[in-house]
């Protein structure tokens, strides 16, 4: 199990390539407030979206137009 302190640590070290022109797809087990720190640090990016497996990814936040909130994004 990982704690929240590594979970910092862990966010910090790849912050850094959360920002582009791309929107950030978020997929996979995890704590909510895991999520909740991947979010905040991904923030400057076009737009980010979470795994549904129903859904696809559903875009959750966005600053760019291309990008509608609620919205979904399919991988082929």
Do not use: C
Request: aromatic fraction near 8%; charged fraction near 15%.
């Amino acid at each position: 199990m990982t704690t929240p302190e590594q979970f910092v640590e862990a966010v910090q070290e790849i912050e850094a390539q959360l920002v582009g022109s791309l929107p950030i797809l978020i997929n996979g087990r995890g704590p909510v407030w895991g999520y909740g720190m991947l979010l905040h640090a991904a923030h400057p990016s076009p737009a980010i979206a979470t795994y549904d497996p129903r859904l696809g990814y559903v875009i959750v936040q966005t600053h760019d137009e291309r990008f509608q909130l609620g919205k979904t994004i399919h991988l082929s």
